[in-house]
């Protein structure tokens, strides 16, 4: 029962921080330190990573009708007036071109490089930097712009360019653990002129292939066998990111329409600065 509620907190955890622009690998270091879970640390790595189809599938329900690029209702741009052709969105279509080319960057580092990065990388004093110098970004980036007027403020004023500088801005959390890739992309966007809705938007888009990308790599490394005791684990974790997600991206949509990023800016910086006290007295990080 214990594993059970365990897995649950992280299924939490993992539901709150991964949209939140706050870092999910930097929580998720501090509740391992306190509340482990009774498995292997292969299957561990692997269900850190798994849990994350909870939360995407909560995106595409939430979403659903902004990003499925078939049928004829809410179909203002068909790619043709007669035929199959009615039946497809092209503006849709072009959204997804996008997003699959703000892919591309990360991809090709995490193919290549995944297994290093979580080799000399994913550590406490790491996490704990990024934390600390994207939340400084964020104030930063939120001052400079505060009284600018974003010149883009839909998705789909989004061209291959921006689409590009998004997927190097999500690199960076690729590369550094505790960036947050929502946080990376985000006030990237910002920075390049883009509004904090629109940004929110296409980083919960972007996550969908992102995410299912490298739960699939996770799966394909994974070496051994699941229990039935890890699968329940694993399913405990998933259904509780869902839920949680659903609360979360809905409640984020709402608060950035009227507050900045700055808040979470001081967040990070207060929590990269716990990480590293926690670890130099010796409590996370043996």
Known sequence: MWDYFVAFLFGLVEGVTEWLPVSSTGHMILLNEFFKLNVSEEFYDLYLVVIQLGAILAVVIIFWWDIWPFGIKRNEHPLSKDGIGKYVMKDKFIMWFKILIACIPAAIVGVLFDDILDKYLYNYVCVALALIVFGVAFIVVEYLNREKEPKIKKIGQLNYGHAFAIGLFQLIAAI????????????????IGISREAAAKFTFFLAIPVMFGASILKILKFDGDCTSHEIILLGIGMVTAFAVSMLIIKGLMAFIKKHSFTVFGWYRIALGILVLVLGAVGIIGK
């Open 176 to 191: 550094f653990p505790g960036t947050s890739r929502s946080g990376s992309t985000i006030v990237g966007s910002i920075a």
